[in-house]
């Protein structure tokens, strides 16, 4: 994945702008590309666009929306900048923060009215350190149904996007300006591209497990919930340019992905008032802190698995959630009409499990303190007939990536950015710090839009000699 010299280079056909990548990015750059009436091409390297959005539940956080405002919520750029800079505990760029919050609302509500993206307001709790309801996903609350949006989207405005190409090469000239590329077609053959422009929308590094071992070595051995396609290659191509990263050990990860049956179970089953436990039936953590966080310490426990626990109220509010369903019909959730059942389905140690459940109802009457600071009180106790799913901890994308400014252009370590690279989503630096506690739920597809509207706007300016 080298960057190649671009002089005397000749290329099959030229496109203005080029994105490498279908995931929620570089679809969201491509129809601001087309928006401005540019002509753009996509490259993706798998058969059917999927990667990381495919994979996630689909909800993308965003102020001052009109989907916000039809509902009654009172939100503001202030509120979510803040609420992104607590959870990061301040270690991330704060300008970078409040220009991403500040183009989630217009993006949102141009995806919606101007591309038919099917998006609702998630309602009826709070994910964790959000302070309003700004969750937008599709009914499904599945990532599955949001990239099949993007994909409908893009036909409609007649983005063309090339499958089974995967970018090798790219060539640029002595001052870092992108002339083309190199890709790889599944029967081996090669094709050469040249543009004007290049977006790079290709995620992180989740899947290259030497990058993972050199800059993340507490995850080389969770299991990996991400997209295999997930290769750094941006990361890659951006250093050999002389381009600046940060971040480069932050993460998503996961707390509750069920097994072995690899299926996602949504956080929202602890923000309503489920547990977890390990296997010597005992709770390990305040479960409110952050599901990304989770997945590290959810890893760390005896054998890498931990028991959701939770009742027929908090099941039925699960049942808003497609994977959830999906867990349903995988028989990866049990249910138990007793807690002598519950010791039964989940075989944890019984003096200790019914300690544990004897603890959060003395905790949520209102009695004691929890050990680990969460706040009981705020939710209805665990009732009988209950439900356990056994889960893992695991990883689902890295945050870190290339620096870009407000244009989504890629910046050299001296400040001065790369003449015609743009960058988004994993690619780019995220918003969440240095680690894993500083994401914020729904900051990956936060990103991924934004940026990716940004890149795309920025570029098709560039093509139209407005830069």
């Not at 707390?255 to 547990?275: D, F």
């Not at 497609?322 to 049990?334: G, V």
Request: glycine share 12%.
């Amino acid at each position: 994945m080298p960057v190649l010299p671009l002089s005397g280079e000749t290329f099959d056909v030229t496109v203005p702008v080029v994105v490498i990548g279908a995931g929620a990015c570089g679809l969201t750059a491509a129809l601001m590309v087309a928006d401005a009436g540019v002509e753009v091409l996509v490259l993706e390297r798998d058969a059917v666009p999927q990667g990381s959005t495919a994979l996630s539940s689909g909800m993308i956080p965003a102020c001052e929306t009109r989907i916000q405002a039809a509902a009654g919520v009172s939100d503001s750029i202030e509120i979510m900048t803040a609420d992104i800079l607590s959870k990061a505990h301040g270690e991330t760029d704060e300008d970078m923060v409040r220009t991403i919050v500040a183009e989630s609302g217009p993006t949102i509500d141009w995806l919606v009215d101007q591309h038919a993206i099917e998006l609702t307001l998630v309602e009826g709790f709070l994910y964790p350190n959000h302070r309003e309801l700004r969750m937008h996903a599709p009914v499904s609350r599945t990532g599955a149904d949001l990239i099949g949006n993007f994909s409908q989207a893009a036909e409609t405005a007649g983005i063309d996007i090339m499958t089974e190409a995967q970018v090798v090469d790219l060539y640029a000239d002595d001052h870092g300006m992108i002339g083309g590329l190199r890709l790889l077609r599944p029967d081996g053959t090669n094709e050469k591209l040249g543009c004007k422009a290049l977006i790079l929308a290709c995620n992180g590094f989740g899947g290259n497990p030497e990058m993972l071992a050199r800059l993340i070595p507490e995850m080389t051995d969770a299991n990996y919930f991400g997209h295999m396609g997930n290769q750094g290659e941006a990361i890659t191509w951006g250093e050999e340019l002389g381009a600046a990263t940060a971040d480069l050990g932050a993460y998503q990860g996961h707390g509750s992905v069920a097994h072995p049956h690899g299926i996602l179970i949504s956080w929202a089953l602890m923000m309503r008032g489920g547990i977890q436990v390990n296997r010597e039936g005992k709770r390990f953590s305040n479960e409110h802190l952050g599901y990304s966080e989770q997945g590290r310490i959810v890893t760390a426990q005896p054998g890498s698995i931990a028991w959701n626990i939770f009742d027929q109220r908090i099941y039925d509010g699960g049942l808003d959630f497609e994977d959830f369903r999906q867990a349903i019909k995988s028989d990866a959730i049990r249910r138990a009409d007793t807690l002598d059942d519950l010791v039964a389905i989940t075989d944890l140690p019984k003096d200790d499990l019914l300690a544990t459940m004897a603890d959060i109802a003395a905790l949520a009457a209102g009695q004691g303190k929890d050990e680990f600071g969460r706040d009981f009180t705020t939710m209805p106790g665990l009732e009988a007939p209950y439900y356990a799913v056994k889960v893992t901890g695991s990883l689902f994308h890295t945050q870190g990536g290339l620096k870009v400014n407000d244009q989504a252009q890629v910046m050299r370590e001296d400040g001065r950015v790369l003449p015609n690279l743009f960058a988004g989503g994993g690619a780019a630096r995220g918003v969440s710090g240095p680690s894993d506690w500083g994401y914020l739920s729904g900051n990956g597809l936060l990103t991924a839009v934004t940026l990716g509207r940004m890149a795309g706007r920025a570029a098709a300016r560039l093509c139209n000699g407005d830069a």
